[in-house]
């Protein structure tokens, strides 16, 4: 079985500062992970992903995530952050072809 | 985005309807999901089907029942709902049903169940 905990429900960011999310999974297996973005009004858009190599996954939009096996944690992170990245974000662990999400984390960016 | 598209966006149906949400993929993708997302829950995965197949039904009430043709169309059609079905149901697709395959998302379709 495996899961995924994402540690903050909400994340309230001003504009231009810096952003982490935090995801956290349990695993007997070997498994890939992904981040996914969800803004208002749509559905699940892929940021980006680790299926193996470097531990650090640049994605699209400025973002990247930074794989800890030690940790078992898939931090996602961008340095500076745009009032259009105000969106809801899933952290996601896949074993063959279940995929399993944490229950997101809500970022606003404020002016 | 229009890799997989989903009709209709928004739904709302009594208790006693009977209707059908359908999904589509222009991706050329052998695999199909449903998910169901409720509000402040994690994504729920209901059904995969691979290559028309289906590999799983993640222990979903018979009220739901999904159908697909072919590799291109999923439905999943809904009779007899209970107002805690209301959610955002969303289809999703890979390539294959296999380890590192990305799944791709629909908008959704926001069910309301009166």
């Known amino acids: 079985a495996q899961s995924v905990t994402q540690l903050d429900s909400q994340v309230p960011v001003f504009e231009e500062a810096p952003v982490e999310l935090r995801c956290n999974y349990s695993s007997s297996v070997s498994v890939y992970l992904f981040w996914y973005v969800q803004y208002p009004n749509q559905g699940l858009q892929l940021l980006l992903k680790?299926?193996?190599?470097?531990?650090l996954v640049k994605g699209i939009n400025g973002f990247e995530a930074e794989f800890n096996k030690s940790q078992t944690s898939f931090h996602l992170r961008k340095p500076s952050v745009h009032i259009s990245d105000t969106a809801e974000y899933f952290c996601?662990?896949?074993?063959?072809?279940?995929?399993?999400f944490g229950a997101g984390t809500t970022v606003t960016v404020r002016a | 985005e229009t890799g997989v598209t989903q009709t209709p966006r928004h739904l709302v149906m009594g208790m006693t309807n009977k209707k059908s949400l359908k999904c589509e993929q222009h991706?050329?993708?052998?695999?199909m999901y449903w998910y169901k997302q409720s509000a402040k829950k994690p994504l729920e995965l209901m059904f995969v089907y691979n290559f028309k197949e289906q590999t799983e039904n993640n222990s979903v009430p018979s009220r739901f029942s999904p159908e697909c043709p072919n590799s291109s169309h999923l439905f999943l059609h809904l009779h007899t709902l209970q107002p805690e079905d209301s959610a955002l149901y969303l289809c999703?697709?890979?390539?294959?049903?296999?380890?590192?395959?990305?799944?791709?998302f629909g908008p959704g379709t926001r069910l309301l169940v009166l």
């Open positions: 680790y299926l193996s190599g470097s531990t």
């Open positions: 999703a697709s890979s390539p294959r049903t296999g380890f590192g395959e990305t799944q791709y």
């Open positions: 996601a662990v896949k074993n063959d072809y279940k995929l399993s």
């Open positions: 991706l050329g993708h052998n695999a």
